[in-house]
Each structure stands twice: as C-alpha cells, then as structure tokens.
C-alpha cells in the first residue's frame, strides 16, 4: 500500500525538509531526482566495503564487487525485459545515444538515406544524428507534430518511406511530457526495414518498459532520473545490432587480444563496448535505484503521478494569466507561462517560496520555435510529490504578477 509521508522518510533531502520550517518543493524530477538512502549506502557501500576495480583483480575483494557489478547488468535487464547480454553499461542517456548514433550511422548509414525523428527531440537524442546526417551526406526528416505537439500515429505513418533507415524519438517528451505509442511505431518502421532507436530517459522511470515486447532496437536512459547516482546509464541493443556496430572508443576491458600491427579483437558485446574503469559505485547504486522502484512498484508510481498531475491540470487551467502547453499529456511533466512573466523570472519567483522548477528550452530548442515561446516553465512530478506541494504552486501561480518578480530580481 502506497503511502507518501512513508516513502518520503526514504529521501533523506524529504526527510529534513519535513523537519524544517523552511519549505523544500522540488518539482523538477525530469531534470534529476532526488535520492534514497539506499541508493546512497549502495554508493557508500562501495567505497567502505570493496574499493577495488572490477574485472581485473584475482582477488576475492575484486571477484566479489565484479560479482555485484554483474548482477546489476542482470536486475538492469530484467526491469527493462531484456536478455542480459544486451544491457551497456554508459556515462547516462547521452553516451548512450551518442554511441549507438556513431557505431551504427558510421556502419550502415549511406547518401542520401534519411534520419526520421520529430521536432521535441532533447538535443542529447538529435545533434548526434545531425553529425552523422552531414558526414554521410544523410537528410533528417522529421515526423510532423499535432497542434499541440503530439506525434500520433497516423502522422508517424506519413511521414515513413523507403529511404528512412532510423527512426530516433524520445518515448515520452522531456518537454511536453506526451507519451508515444512506442509498439505500434516500431511495427510500422520496420515494415519499411528501418531500426527504431528511443529515448527512455523521460519514460523509464515512470513506466514499465518492454523492450522486446515493443520491438525496440535500441534505448536510452539515465540512472540520475530514475532515483540512482549520476555518472551511469545504459544503452539497451538487440544483440544482434550491438554485435554489428563498433564501440566509439577503445581501450581496456574491452577488448580480446591485440597486437603491434594494430590487430584488435574486441569483446563480444556488451563487453566491447565498456573499455576503461566505469563509475563502479554509481552502477551499484543503480541496481538499488531499480530495487526501490520495484519496491515501489509501476502501478502506484504511474496512478500517484496522474492523479498529482490531473489536480495540477484542473486548478491551473483555471487561471486566465497562464498557458498550459500540454494540458492533455499523461505523464508527470506539466509545462507552461505565466503571460508576459519571462519564465526564469518566473522560476525565481517561485525559487523564493521554496518551488523548485526548471525554466528555459530544456535542450529541446527546435520544439519551441513550434510552441512559439523562446523558454516555458517545466513542473515535472515525481510519486514522492503531495497535494499540498501541488498547492503551494497554485497559490504561487495564482499570485504571481511581473512586479512582484522584478521586486525579487532586483
Ligand atoms: C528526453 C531526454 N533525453 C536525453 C537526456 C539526456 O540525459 P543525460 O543528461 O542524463 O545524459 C535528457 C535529459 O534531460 C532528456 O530529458
């Protein structure tokens, strides 16, 4: 049984905020969330209790933390519903889809073969593809968005054709927080032979992923959004795929043998694609950020966010001087302006009343040109957040006028 003041025990910043009369609102979780003890002793742990590199000591210290480090790569697939051979361990959801951007644009990518992918793409998903675009003489085409900004699937059906050969799109938007029929556009790109490449970043930690189920070929994501440490995240292959493309950099561990005429024989994948020491305490701390929210369960974090984000919706729509950009999403990420209040104005304003948002383009940059606004203010939930969190940036929102931010500002 879910009960929010219990799990806000979990996080200690919660926790002390709960002990404080100083109010801490922190409504920007697609940006990072906060942690739970466990996640931190599992970091700690790390460094208390083994210390040592994994896949090199013939040690028992060194067999044991590689021992763990492994189990992470199995509990990593399992969450996501992937063989366990098929789970990289990365930097985060950039690496991740910078690697997949280089070893497969640079393996299979030709002249005038396209790049389909749509116009709220986060830049970490998009620029790597715009590199490859150039460097192969490639086009990037994008799937045209609803007036309100949403990729449906008849537009998606559109937009395919022969020449596209990678689809790259975020499964929910970091921005307008809509969540994309991600089975049936697999089914659909590769009726035309095209691989689908997601961006999870947004959508892992707030629903179930099924990678086979859905027929994805490669996904993205952060350990840093989902409740774990920063510094690690995981690019997902069909084994087949990362078998085929080459790792974007060498070095050791990832590789079998190699000699002074240059001759290397890589690692079978995932292997190959993991040279050099990885942020080992941070990978340990993922497997317990995937055990919390399993603790937690996908049913009551996706049932607690909708309904903290349809109260949301329901006040705010209410208010004649703010634009709701995405008052139709399901997710958890509400984005909008206060009219005539730029929103970094608008997020001091609120900063100073102890509201944490996030205001700007979100990396997004080519969505706003579309939204027609250079920033907007992002409130991004999470199932630690309360009804009262929620009231307090109504009221805020509620009150909010462009003197009352110039006061503060200046
Ligand atoms: C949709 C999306 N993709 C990719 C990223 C990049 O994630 P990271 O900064 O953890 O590499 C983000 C981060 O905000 C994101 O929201």
């Not at 080459?246 to 079998?256: D, F, K, T, V």
């Amino acid at each position: 049984m879910f009960e929010v003041n219990k799990v806000r025990q979990d996080f200690p910043l919660l926790k002390k905020a709960g002990e404080s009369s100083k109010p801490l609102i922190y409504l920007d979780n697609a940006a990072t969330t906060l942690k739970p003890q466990s996640v931190i002793d599992a970091v700690t742990r790390y460094y208390t209790d083994y210390s040592v590199n994994i896949h090199r000591g013939d040690y028992d210290l060194s067999y044991q933390v590689s021992d763990y480090y492994e189990k992470t790569r199995k509990t990593v697939a399992s969450f996501i519903q992937a063989d366990v051979n098929e789970v990289v361990f990365t930097a985060g959801a950039s690496a991740s889809l910078n690697l997949v951007a280089y070893g497969y644009g640079e393996k299979y990518i030709q002249e005038n073969d396209v790049i389909l992918s749509t116009e709220s793409e986060h830049a970490s998903s998009i620029l790597p593809w715009f590199r490859v675009a150039s460097q192969k003489k490639a086009s990037i085409e994008y799937v045209p968005l609803t007036e309100d900004g949403q990729i449906t699937i008849e537009n998606f059906k559109h937009a395919m054709h022969a020449k596209v050969k990678v689809v790259v799109i975020a499964h929910i938007s970091n921005v307008l927080g809509y969540v994309v029929p991600i089975k049936e556009l697999t089914e659909i790109a590769h009726s035309f032979g095209a691989i689908v490449i997601v961006d999870g970043a947004q959508s892992v930690p707030h629903i179930q992923t099924r990678v086979k189920d859905w027929d994805i070929d490669f996904l993205a994501f952060s350990a840093h959004k989902m409740y774990g440490p920063t510094g690690v995240g995981v690019l997902y292959g069909k084994y087949q795929l990362l078998d085929s493309i080459e790792p974007y950099y060498l070095g050791g561990g990832s590789n079998a043998r190699f000699d002074r005429c240059g001759n290397i024989t890589l690692k079978n994948p995932p292997y190959k694609f993991e040279a050099g020491t990885p942020a080992i305490e941070a990978v340990l701390g993922l497997k317990a950020a995937i055990e919390y929210i399993e603790s937690i369960g996908f049913d009551a974090i996706e049932k607690v966010e909708h309904e903290l984000r349809t109260y949301l919706i329901n006040h705010l729509k209410e208010f004649k001087h703010i634009k709701l950009y995405n008052p139709d999403a399901t997710s958890g990420i509400v984005t909008l302006n206060a009219i005539g209040i730029p929103s970094q104005d608008a997020a001091i304003y609120l900063n100073s009343k102890g509201i944490m948002v996030r205001a700007g383009n979100h990396c997004a940059k080519i969505l706003l040109d579309v939204l027609k606004t250079p920033d907007t203010i992002r409130i991004s939930l999470s199932f630690y957040n309360t009804k009262e969190e929620c009231d307090a940036i109504i009221e805020a929102l509620r009150e909010i006028t462009l003197e009352k931010c110039i006061d503060l500002i200046f």
